[in-house]
């Protein structure tokens, strides 16, 4: 038995869906680690810096360069997370009202084609009558 083509096209517009969560969750994840990754290299050039600089590693953590460091680097990932949140939000929403927009276009389809049926049979059903009395007068 072969599946409607509306069911189909149904079933990939929540393939394609799925997908596009799929995708902003991973790219937001590896966005997230990278700066991590970043933050962690710029410390660790801070730190040699400084022990270049003769400074007690123990200050590392209290270092103006490092907390300077350290609040851009929550700045940053604040933001990574918040556009992540964002980006989701509107990707969600979008796809609900496309979705009500779709039910709202069938359902008006399938009522106008209820419509034109009834009106049809309306009109047959006289049109045949008359028809079947203009032939038995001819007989």
């Not at 990939?12 to 990754?37: E, R």
């Not at 049979?121 to 001819?138: D, N, R, Y």
């Amino acid at each position: 038995m072969a599946i409607p083509r509306d069911k189909r096209l149904k079933w990939f517009s929540y393939l394609v869906i799925f997908y596009l969560l799929a995708a902003l969750g991973w790219w937001s994840y590896l966005l997230y680690i990278k700066n991590k990754d970043a933050f962690n290299a710029k410390a660790e050039l801070i730190k040699i810096g400084l022990a270049a600089e003769r400074i007690n590693p123990d200050l590392f953590e209290s270092h103006p360069r490092y907390i300077s460091l350290k609040e851009e680097y929550d700045k940053q990932e604040i933001m990574i997370l918040g556009e992540a949140g964002v980006l989701a939000i509107s990707l969600i929403l979008g796809i609900w009202f496309i979705n009500s927009g779709y039910r709202r276009q069938t359902e008006a389809a399938r009522q106008s084609r209820n419509f034109l049926l009834s009106i049809t049979h309306e009109l047959k059903s006289p049109l045949a009558s008359i028809k079947l009395i203009l032939q038995t007068f001819l007989k």
